[in-house]
């Protein structure tokens, strides 16, 4: 049934804790855990020292702004350094995110238009690999400059958060929705064209991910939760375009 993306999130976590689907979410959900656990044990040392750093820059005229910047660059941060890492899971984890997504696309629709198995998928490793890389350079170019923008005194760390965290929406919303359409060998350009035509399903399901993805401990089971969500997703709402 068509839900809302936050809807189509929450079937995600429904779908990861379903018989028969468990079994695929564990290597992608230790791949999170080992990555982004790590990125937060570093993070946490050194957020103070970070955060102390940037607040020196504001002129003492606008030293007011003080309390209110400080939890928006903590977010920020938080927010940054999970995208990052998160990222780098999904590259490592990307062949059984696939295979995840096949599955739950499996359990929606009683079966696949392919019989790929976990063999085949690992044979398909370096062109899913490519798939990832693809997304590294649609994405890199936005995030420097969004990051430029948040180095820039007063004005970045005003604007900047909230253009990050809408980046960051859009982003989840490519990253866990193309395994199910690399699945089905849809290229790239052409996943990117029909999310942009449902934008607010889209944007709904990244913000979810994204929110929860900046959340501490809860960063560290997103991943399958959002594979299984995408998928989801695709079956009820792009699933029949192709």
Known sequence: MKQSGFGYFFQGIKLA?????????????LANIILVGSALFYLFSHLNDWITG?????PDWLSWLSYLLWPILTITILGTFSYLFSTLANLIAAPFNGLLSEKVEEKLCGKLDS?????????????????ELQKIAYFLPKAVGLFILLLIPALGQTVGPVLWFIFSAWVMAIQYCDYPFDNHKIPFHKMRQDLKQNQAKAYGFGFCVAFFTAIPILNLIVMPIAVCGATAMWVEEFKDKH
Not at 125 to 131: A, L, M, N, Q, V
């Open 17 to 29: 804790l379903t018989p028969g689907i468990r079994r695929f979410v564990i290597f992608p959900l």
């Open 54 to 58: 940037w607040m020196s820059y504001i």
């Open 115 to 131: 019989d790929q198995n976990l063999i085949s998928i690992i044979k398909d490793t370096p062109r899913i690999i490519s798939r």
